[in-house]
């Protein structure tokens, strides 16, 4: 007699979707250099060796955490783009949507860890860099009528818009949106388009 011995997988505790979640919020408290596979099962609640079995290297789960906060990041952006006006103004409401609440201090300090990450990984670089074609595309259409000159407007205003960031992070004399606002409504007149 012949004994089949089935084993049937195991169902997933944690979804993907929620696991990295949790991860992202470990990696944004931990930073990368000093994220272990120990660090990330405390944080999930899940064994480190689960985690191994499912991303099998601490740089490939690194990888897909920084990549789910890429599609988070994408997807705000599309519904910005799909909710605000078509004009000067509706550039300025996206990239203010663009900084969560309370959040300008971390994006500036600890947060530049991760964006080291993206920088350093292919992969993750090329997802920045497509995020940024579509936001200096989106910024563009709603700064100029002349289709040659939007996506160069777009990424100045982007570029205006970090600026102002950081060097708000180094004066913090005002609120954080009220001081890019104003920044980046004053650059859109030094240019003719509000």
């Known amino acids: 007699m012949i004994v089949y ?22 990696l944004e408290k931990e930073g990368p250099e000093g994220f272990s596979f120990s660090k990330a099962s405390r944080a999930v609640g899940l064994s480190a060796p689960t985690l191994v079995q499912r991303f099998g290297t601490r740089e490939a789960m690194i990888e897909a955490v920084l990549l789910h906060a890429w599609d988070r ?9 799909a909710e605000a006006p078509a004009d000067p103004a509706g550039a300025v409401s996206m990239l203010l949507r663009l900084m969560p ?7 500036l300090t600890d947060g530049f860890l991760l ?61 954080p949106d009220a001081s890019i606002q104003a920044v980046l409504e004053d650059w859109c007149r030094s240019v003719g388009a509000m």
């Open 101 to 107: 609440d309370g959040s300008a201090e971390y994006n």
């Open 73 to 81: 990041l994408e997807a705000v952006t599309a519904a910005a783009d």
């Open 5 to 26: 011995n089935y084993r049937m997988g195991r169902s997933k505790t944690i979804s993907d979707s929620a696991a990295l979640e949790k991860l992202l919020e470990a």
């Open 115 to 175: 964006l080291r990450e993206d920088i350093r990984n292919p992969t993750l670089r090329a997802r920045g860099a497509a995020w940024g074609t579509y936001l200096a595309t989106a910024l563009g259409r709603r700064l100029t009528n002349q289709a040659a000159h939007a996506e160069r407007m777009g990424w100045q205003m982007a570029s205006v818009w970090q600026g102002a960031l950081i060097w708000w992070a180094f004066k913090r004399d005002t609120d």
